[in-house]
């Protein structure tokens, strides 16, 4: 894994080609995120528990964050990892 320095999280890139991108993202306390202008992004929960927004989150669940979405919490319960995969910028 390739560690990518980030302020909010743990994060690393798992896997990149011309047509993805996935990240893993780990974080044990509140965040504010920022989704991206350009392009929408999945989420998808690995571990731990707690709120995207006002919805909560558990392994297994998958969320789609929409380009230009406005910024969100995620307030985790426990320690928590996502996964995060996008198209990647031409």
């Known amino acids: 894994l ?8 743990e994060r690393s890139l ?12 780990a974080w044990n306390s509140s965040v ?3 989704a991206n202008s350009e392009r929408f992004e999945l989420l998808m929960f690995v571990e ?5 927004g ?21 307030r985790p319960d426990s320690p928590s990892v996502a996964l995060r995969t996008f198209e990647p910028p031409a």
């Open 2 to 9: 390739q560690a990518i320095p980030d302020p909010l999280f």
């Open 14 to 25: 798992i896997a990149s080609c011309p047509y993805f991108e996935t990240e893993k993202l």
């Open 32 to 34: 504010e995120y920022q």
């Open 48 to 52: 731990g528990s707690g709120r995207i």
């Open 54 to 74: 006002p919805e909560s989150y558990q392994p297994g669940d998958c969320y789609l964050i929409p380009a230009a979405a406005e910024s969100f919490a995620i």
